[in-house]
């Protein structure tokens, strides 16, 4: 299976200032046929089910506000939030399903500082 | 509108089993691959099963492989996860998820998820 590990576990960001998080996937997510990054990002607040942020890696989901970016190929992988807003207060994942068994990362807790 | 309801889960012995069910609604369910994910309480995400739009394909992580098993029946709209054996760990909130748009994509609609609790 393919291990998606986060990085940072937890960070506290300012308002305003910029929030990043870091995903390795242990191979390579990278679709030759179609040079599509199969790499999504979630966003979880509590009680609530995950929502789709990013998905190819870097495409953002209708309705996601542009202060969230995705960008990386292969293996390594970031979300970025340019400016922490407070209700980006969450949980993020990130997730790939380039394989037929589907993997997330642990997830990366975001809080205002 | 979207709509994914999950339903069945609740308190089971160990060893025991239970049924989910999550109604689909507002999209062509037979056009759509469908999976469960499941979380166990402040923990994160787990992958536990995937079926593809006519239910002839079946992909299951490792940990419930043999143990449970993800059917749909398309006339209803309805998925299932008939999950047997239970174990302590097997406790989360159970998500049914639709993939955004058909195809090998990413999990676009949630449901709200049940709950499973195995505890004697």
């Known amino acids: 299976d393919i291990v998606m590990t986060q990085s940072p576990d937890s960070l506290a960001v300012s308002l305003g200032e910029r929030a990043t998080i870091n995903c390795k996937s242990s191979?390579?997510?990278?679709?030759?046929?179609?040079?599509?990054?199969?790499l999504a990002w979630y966003q979880q607040k509590p009680g609530q089910p995950p929502k789709l942020l990013i998905y190819?890696?870097?495409t953002r989901e209708s309705g996601v506000p542009d202060r969230f970016s995705g960008s990386g190929s292969g293996t390594d992988f970031t979300l970025t939030i340019s400016s922490l807003q407070a209700e980006d207060v969450a949980v993020y994942y990130c997730?790939?399903?380039?394989?037929?068994?589907?993997?997330f990362g642990g997830g990366t807790k975001v809080e205002i500082k | 509108e979207v709509q994914l309801v999950e339903s069945g889960g609740g308190l089971v012995q160990p060893g025991g089993s239970l049924r989910l069910s999550c109604a689909a609604s507002g999209f062509t369910f037979s056009s759509y691959w469908m999976h469960w994910v499941r979380q166990a309480p402040g923990k994160g995400l787990v992958w536990v099963s995937r079926i593809n739009s006519d239910g002839s394909s079946t992909n299951y992580a490792d940990s419930v492989k043999g143990r449970f098993t993800i059917s749909r029946d398309n006339a209803e709209s309805t998925l299932y996860l008939q999950m047997s054996s239970l174990r302590a760990e097997d406790t989360a909130v159970y998500y049914c998820a639709r993939v955004s748009t058909s195809g090998w994509n990413p999990l676009g609609y949630w449901g709200q998820g049940t709950l499973v609790t195995v505890s004697s």
């Open positions: 997730h790939q399903y380039y394989s037929t068994v589907l993997t």
């Open positions: 191979q390579s997510v990278l679709y030759s046929s179609n040079n599509k990054n199969y």
């Open positions: 190819w890696a870097s």
